[in-house]
């Protein structure tokens, strides 16, 4: 398999702009995990899909942030308008079952977000 | 509130050694711990996983150890590599809660010299 896929790996985009990440999870896994990392708060979950449907999305920052999952093979996270703030590593992860417990994890490789 | 924390930022050893990294947590009941490297400019990866039950697990040259009255894990990585150099996350899954949310420390780098 290859693995979670996610694009784009880099994009640097100016503040104000909308900015679309992309993530194709593991074929069968039906959970799918938003993840951003920064050096300072480290990796906090975005939010989490369960059967392609929104279960937690304590995580999202603010209003600005918003995921879909239309299918199972496919989600985005969308940022309008982006912030400065916003520079973060996203991560895109699944899983076979409900949720984090006693499951494996997989991440893809993350997009890296720079906003200037 | 609920605080992980992983004992120190860095840690530096000789190839050879027993690297032992620790993560602590408070306010927390953790059902499952789990531990992932993650290499520069990469995801993490899953390493292993302990349930609260359980004391010790062991996967080749690495061994997890799981003290819920410590509330504490570590993580021993023996005959240590350069190859193994990398920053290293512990994660917990609490009971009840969200299914999705797997609380991470900031990481330990290990760095291996040759």
């Known amino acids: 398999d290859a693995g979670v896929i996610q694009s784009p790996r880099h994009e640097v985009t100016e503040m104000g702009q909308e900015v679309t990440l992309r993530c194709k999870p593991i074929?069968?896994?039906?959970?799918l995990f938003w993840y951003r990392q920064t050096m300072m708060r480290g990796l906090e979950l975005l939010i989490y899909?369960?059967?392609?449907?929104?279960?937690?999305d304590s995580g999202m920052p603010e209003d600005r942030f918003s995921a879909k999952m239309p299918n199972a093979s496919f989600s985005t996270l969308k940022i309008q308008p982006s912030e400065p703030r916003d520079s973060a590593v996203y991560f895109c992860?699944?899983?076979?079952?409900?949720?984090?417990?006693?499951?494996?994890?997989?991440f893809g490789e993350g997009s890296w977000l720079t906003v200037v | 509130s609920q605080k992980i924390e992983q004992n120190s930022e860095a840690l530096n050893i000789q190839e050879g050694k027993t690297a032992t990294l620790t993560c602590n947590y408070t306010?927390?009941?953790?059902?499952?711990l789990q531990w992932y490297r993650q290499d520069p400019g990469r995801g993490p990866v899953f390493l292993l996983l302990?349930?609260?039950?359980?004391k010790e697990k062991r996967k080749e040259r690495l061994k997890v150890t799981f003290d819920t009255t410590l509330k504490q894990s570590l993580f021993h990585i023996t005959a240590s590599q350069p190859a193994d150099s990398a920053t290293y996350l512990c994660a917990l899954v609490g009971y009840g809660g969200s299914q999705g949310n797997l609380i991470f420390g900031k990481g330990t780098k290990l760095s291996v010299k040759p």
């Open positions: 992860a699944s899983s076979l079952g409900q949720g984090v417990s006693g499951n494996t994890i997989y």
């Open positions: 899909f369960n059967n392609n449907v929104p279960i937690d």
């Open positions: 306010n927390y009941s953790p059902a499952y």
């Open positions: 302990i349930r609260e039950n359980e």
């Open positions: 074929s069968g896994h039906n959970s």
